[in-house]
């Protein structure tokens, strides 16, 4: 792992964050950028990255992992983060995003802070090719 020792290797594996995990239900982008985050934090390998992201995995996400690399053992970081996005990434079609987010309505329960933040994930997901600033006029 990098050429670290094994009192290294053993400290970078106890620091990582416990809920820095993904079951395959939640946001598959949200973890891999706090993953990513933390990868660059820590200078991680290639190799490391990809051990690391198997040790992340719970569930579904996990099983799916397993599956896919147990086929092909060489298989690279970079391919593996390919194919778990295509498995747990976002797939709505813009169309229909875009009818989720004009059709919305504030929740009975929902705060004006939590409302707020739901339109803007439901602005980002339905105007996906729209740049940043738009999303915050």
Do not use: H
């Amino acid at each position: 792992m990098g050429g670290a020792g094994v009192g290294q290797q053993k400290a970078r594996l106890q620091s990582l964050p416990k809920l820095l995990t993904y079951d395959g239900k939640g946001s598959w982008q949200a973890f891999l950028t706090n993953f990513g985050k933390f990868a660059s934090i820590f200078e991680w390998t290639e190799k490391e990255k990809k051990d690391y992201l198997c040790l992340c995995l719970t569930d579904r996400a996990s099983e799916f992992y397993a599956l896919t690399t147990d086929r092909n053992v060489e298989m690279t970081y970079a391919a593996v983060v390919e194919k778990l996005e295509r498995r747990f990434g976002y797939r709505e079609l813009p169309e229909t995003a875009m009818v989720t987010f004009s059709s919305a309505t504030q929740r009975q329960e929902e705060s004006l802070d939590e409302w707020v933040d739901r339109v803007l994930t439901l602005a980002g997901k339905a105007f996906r090719e729209l740049p940043d600033a738009f999303m915050t006029q």
